[in-house]
């Protein structure tokens, strides 16, 4: 009938391929299997792209059909479906014919969906990429704004980089990314911004204490520095000229700064500081951590946060591993890092993985959950009796917001 209608109506002999199953059980009403041999059989057809390839793809199994169409619009550049839809009524007229859809239809909404799943996955800027041309301008600025979140420039304005509100935006998204990377097992990103989240959260935790204290007449931002450096006491001749003091150390004990230096090299740069009137004293994460529970005794830290304060370690530092040395790293690394490779922790953490896995009967991604657990939450509970976060959840605002962008691509 097909030879004979080609003929007919074009003057053209048509040449047929055929579909033949290789398994035995899996016929053409096998997905998996007639995909494959959908795809090997129009290999053999001319891809030339300034030919028009129709596709009638509504006979068949579902299988065949499906295959068809999914394989036509990668292999082809110019190819249009074919809806066989012509309908007559009950007086033999025609209501409907037969028609050609472009591919662009199909082929649009395949990029859609692939773009709703990566940015779903915490990928915004390879969704960009497929959507860019296909998308609206205000979904494009939706998802560029997304990437700048990926990037912690939430909140990066010029001249509040190291201001407390500006900190606490950006460490808050930092802790929502870094939990979408350790769910996706992208660990060696996750441990450089947890990182460096913690360390930012130190220096806008003391600014923010130390500004609640008014027992006497001074502004923290003239004694102490927060700069692209790091946290520092500035030097006693600029204090001197700010506040016009004979001893401007006395007002660092109102301040709660600790009495006694943690470590040979920090006690060396103390007495460079008191002796030395121009000198500025630098304060490393020991310090500010030490200061910071002196200023709140209701503080407690969590155990990555002690250990990565800690002036001398005895395990090796995967974080320094990872950016000094390129080691790679495995899920059981990264589970001990974030527990501060204490062994209590690990024993009372194992406990909670084995029920988890009994309620839930999967795979647990250890470094995930000992994140979820022993970094996020604790840091959050911080956060709070700082008064830096006052929101009643700590859901995912990042997941939140990349579900609603993907809801709303159509």
């Not at 509040?160 to 060696?188: C, G, H, M, P, W």
């Given at each position: ?27 053409i ?20 792209p300034?030919?028009?390839?129709y596709?009638?793809?509504?006979a ?15 292999r ?14 009950e ?18 909404g ?100 130390t500004k609640?204290i ?19 006491i ?10 016009n ?87 059981q690394?990264?589970r ?17 993985i ?36 006052r ?8 997941e ?11």
């Amino acid at each position: 009938m097909l030879e004979w209608y080609f003929q007919d109506k074009f003057d053209y002999q048509p040449e047929f391929l055929y579909l033949t199953p290789t398994k035995i059980g899996k016929g053409i009403d096998n997905w998996n299997e007639t995909l494959s041999l959908v795809e090997k059989t129009l290999c053999k057809l001319d891809d030339n792209p300034l030919k028009t390839v129709y596709v009638s793809h509504q006979a068949g199994t579902p299988a065949i059909s499906s295959a068809v169409q999914f394989i036509s619009l990668g292999r082809f550049k110019n190819v249009k479906f074919l809806v066989s839809n012509e309908y007559f009524d009950e007086n033999y007229d025609l209501q409907s014919i037969s028609e050609t859809i472009d591919s662009s239809n199909y082929w649009r909404g395949m990029q859609i969906q692939k773009a709703k799943q990566l940015i779903i996955k915490g990928l915004p800027a390879a969704a960009k990429e497929i959507l860019t041309g296909i998308a609206n301008q205000q979904t494009i600025e939706k998802i560029n704004k997304i990437v700048d979140l990926f990037n912690i420039n939430n909140s990066l304005v010029s001249g509040q980089e190291f201001e407390v509100k500006a900190s606490i935006d950006r460490i808050v998204t930092a802790l929502d990314l870094v939990e979408i990377f350790f769910k996706q097992e992208n660990y060696i990103q996750g441990v450089a911004i947890l990182n460096a989240t913690q360390e930012t959260f130190l220096k806008a935790a003391i600014i923010s204490q130390t500004k609640k204290i008014n027992d006497y007449p001074i502004e923290l931002s003239n004694i102490v520095g927060w700069d692209k450096h790091g946290l520092f006491i500035k030097s006693q001749n600029t204090i001197n000229n700010l506040l016009n003091l004979q001893k401007p150390l006395e007002i660092l004990n109102k301040l709660k700064f600790p009495n006694s230096i943690i470590g040979d090299v920090n006690s060396k740069f103390w007495e460079e500081y008191q002796n030395q009137k121009h000198r500025i004293f630098k304060l490393n994460n020991s310090t500010q951590l030490q200061w910071l529970c002196e200023l709140r005794q209701d503080f407690q830290a969590w155990r990555l946060l002690e250990w990565s304060c800690q002036y001398k370690r005895e395990e090796d530092d995967l974080r320094n591993q990872l950016l000094h040395n390129l080691v790679g790293v495995n899920q059981q690394e990264v589970r001990n890092y974030l527990l501060g490779y204490n062994k209590d922790s690990l024993k009372r953490f194992l406990g909670n993985i084995k029920q988890l896995s009994n309620d839930s009967e999967q795979i647990i991604n250890q470094a995930y959950e000992a994140y979820r657990q022993d970094i996020k939450s604790p840091f959050f509970k911080a956060l709070k009796l700082f008064g830096l976060w006052r929101q009643e959840t700590d859901d995912n605002k990042l997941e939140m917001k990349l579900q609603e962008i993907a809801d709303s691509l159509i």
